[in-house]
């Protein structure tokens, strides 16, 4: 059920209408660009066009942020079949998820919201990963989710969880290293060694981004830079992970300069290149 496309590391930005000019204008410092999905399943045939465009001119991961795969209630097919087309028009080289549940007895939240840490919950999270990859031909690459309150009623930590859901979907992971630094600083547990303890072969796509605080809360708010630490991390990832990365800087307000933007896909190459060179060390020593 894996399936992000990459035969090296790749790093991009989220697609925002704001930066659209200098997405376009800087293609050659762009190895990818991540879409919301959202953003464009009711759009008119001539904004699907203009995605199917970008397409041509870079490579495209879709990102799902309404499914709710992440729930013991089942994702609705109508929603199912709305990703289904955009996948097949746009033909992306992978598509992902939250692991979140959005909605409850027919109320929507609005908010990614981190599901207890149970079994129960991981059963639904196989049935609604088995529904998508029969409905759009293959399954999402799941991803962590930052959350101010540790989930009442969970029976496991995060990275056990995360573990226990990877291993039981059998899908790639999207490591949100903020989220996890965020949850990390806010519920007391070490990042670095959560990322020791996540199954390296399963993680495909990195999110980079930055955040604030509330109080003695640190915030995922997408709109400030990515903080020292959260390179750190990255580069940790790429000196455990064997395979290619896909690394995307969200920013989602306040948007900088491009050149600030730029600085940062620098800053997660040079990362990136860390980790690989301590990895290829260790494996001769």
Not at 129 to 151: F, H, M, S, W
Not at 198 to 217: D, F, K, Q, W
């Amino acid at each position: 059920m894996r399936g992000v496309r990459v035969v090296r590391d790749l790093v991009g930005l989220g697609w925002r209408h704001e930066l659209a000019c200098d997405i376009f204008e800087n293609l050659d410092r762009i190895d990818v660009v991540e879409v919301v999905a959202e953003g464009w399943l009711s759009g008119s045939r001539r904004q699907q066009r203009a995605l199917e465009t970008l397409g041509t001119q870079v490579p495209v991961l879709l990102h799902g942020v309404s499914l709710g795969m992440a729930s013991s209630a089942p994702v609705e097919r109508r929603r199912l079949d709305r990703m289904a087309r955009l996948v097949e028009a746009v033909q992306p080289v992978g598509w992902s998820e939250h692991l979140a549940f959005v909605r409850g007895g027919g109320i929507e939240i609005g908010h990614l919201a981190a599901p207890p840490r149970t079994h129960e919950v991981i059963g639904g999270t196989v049935s609604n990963v088995l529904a998508a990859a029969k409905v759009i031909g293959q399954a999402p690459v799941l991803e962590n989710v930052a959350t101010l309150i540790d989930p009442p009623g969970s029976e496991m930590g995060e990275a056990d969880w995360l573990c226990a859901a990877l291993a039981a979907t059998d899908c790639d992971m999207l490591l949100d290293l903020h989220n996890l630094h965020v949850n990390a600083a806010n519920h007391g547990f070490d990042a670095r060694d959560a990322i020791w303890r996540l199954p390296a072969e399963r993680i495909a796509v990195v999110h980079l981004a930055g955040g604030s605080t509330l109080g003695p809360m640190l915030l995922d708010d997408h709109l400030h830079q990515v903080p020292d630490v959260v390179f750190e991390l990255l580069a940790l990832v790429a000196e455990r992970v064997p395979r290619p990365l896909t690394v995307i800087v969200e920013r989602d307000g306040v948007y900088p300069p491009f050149s600030v933007l730029a600085g940062e896909l620098d800053r997660a190459r040079r990362a990136l290149e860390a980790g690989r060179l301590r990895r290829h060390h260790d494996h001769r020593l």
